[in-house]
């Protein structure tokens, strides 16, 4: 299925660190969409756990971001129309911004919420983390509507994320299987 132009393919790190990143990502939304299945005892800890992993996908994807600054990734195949092109490229940068506003307003939600002062945050149980001690010092009532309010905007950016991963899914799909283009070589380990 290679295309008649050489194969242009991401760096090795670039690669893993696109796979974490979505591999960690889709976790996290089973994580977040099954938390209700689970009996009540198992609520905090699986909020907990979607923290951890959604404060993981903040700091790979600054190291991804860096690492694509530094690293200038390969061109797209010739083939592409003008269109997919501008189009490709709007969807990676949005990608990128819902990749970090949704650990952002998540860990502003969680800075919000009531319980916080009684129930430090740690990495995997592991590492103590901060919460935005700019929230966590505001009066009761401001920090409950905070609290709901980047409950709204955490969960919007993960409806974004469903609808620019689908995006993006279906034309790496297409243009591999329909163009004829080595699209997920470039990609794949």
Do not use: C
Not at 111 to 118: L, P, R, T, Y
Not at 161 to 174: E, N, P, T
């Amino acid at each position: 299925m290679a295309s008649s132009t050489s194969l242009a393919r991401y760096t090795k790190t670039a690669i893993v660190l696109h796979w974490l990143i979505a591999i960690l990502i889709i976790g996290n939304v089973v994580l977040a969409l099954s938390v209700d299945a689970f009996p009540k005892d198992f609520e905090r800890p699986i909020i907990n756990l979607h923290k951890s992993i959604g404060i993981t996908v903040l700091g790979l994807a600054i190291m991804r971001l860096l690492w694509r600054f530094a690293h200038k990734p390969p061109d797209l195949p010739g083939a592409y129309k003008s269109w997919e092109v501008k189009a490709a490229h709007a969807a990676h940068w949005l990608l990128y911004l819902v990749i970090f506003a949704l650990p952002l307003s998540g860990w502003a939600h969680d800075s919000a919420w009531k319980g916080a002062a009684e129930n430090p945050m740690s990495l995997f149980n592991l590492i103590p983390f901060p919460r935005i001690s700019l929230i966590m010092d505001l009066d009761a009532d401001t920090k409950e509507y905070l609290h709901d309010l980047f409950f709204v905007i955490h969960s919007s950016f993960a409806y974004l994320l469903y609808v620019l991963f689908s995006l993006h899914v279906a034309g790496a799909l297409k243009h591999q299987f329909m163009d004829k283009e080595a699209e997920l070589e470039r990609m794949l380990p």
